[in-house]
Nanobody, 125 residues
Framework: QVQLVESGGGLVQAGGSLRLSCAAS????????MGWFRQAPGKEREFVAA????????NYADSVKGRFTISRDNARNTVYLQMNSLKPEDTAVYYC??????????????????WGQGTQVTVSS
C-alpha cells in the first residue's frame, strides 16, 4: 500500500524559511513523479510544485517561482519542498502527492494517484 507522510510544517514569520519533507513507501519511488499542492482556508487546493521521476524536470506555480525549490532523494524515498521568503499568503495545508510511473512534472491534480495527510504551514506577518 502506497503511503505518503509529510513533515516539516509549522509557524514562521514572514520572510522566513521552512523545508517540508514527504516520505514515500509501498511502491518503487524512483520511477514516480511527485508533487506538492496546498489548500488555504476557504479556497480550493492549488498546485505548488512538481518534479518528474528522474528529477531532471521541475514545475512551479507562478506564485512560488524563485522562492520555493522542489527536490527528491530517491535513495531515501523522499521529496522535499524548500520554502524561502515566505509570505502570509503562503499559509495553507501542504499536501504531498505521488504521480504515475515515469510521469511528468504535472500541475494537474488529476495526474496524481496518492495523497498525504497534509502538514500545516502558517506564516505570520
Amino acid at each position: 500500500q502506497v503511503q505518503l507522510v509529510e513533515s516539516g510544517g509549522g509557524l514562521v514569520q514572514a520572510g522566513g524559511s521552512l523545508r517540508l519533507s514527504c516520505a514515500a513507501s509501498g511502491r518503487t519511488f524512483s520511477t514516480d513523479a511527485m508533487g506538492w499542492f496546498r489548500q488555504a482556508p476557504g479556497k480550493e487546493r492549488e498546485f505548488v510544485a512538481a518534479i518528474n521521476w528522474s528529477g531532471t524536470t521541475t514545475n512551479y506555480a507562478d506564485s512560488v517561482k524563485g522562492r520555493f525549490t522542489i527536490s527528491r532523494d530517491n535513495a531515501r524515498n523522499t521529496v522535499y519542498l524548500q520554502m524561502n521568503s515566505l509570505k502570509p499568503e503562503d499559509t495553507a495545508v501542504y499536501y504531498c502527492a505521488r504521480g504515475r510511473r515515469f510521469g511528468l512534472a504535472s500541475s494537474s491534480s488529476g495526474a496524481y494517484d496518492y495523497w498525504g495527510q497534509g502538514t500545516q504551514v502558517t506564516v505570520s506577518s
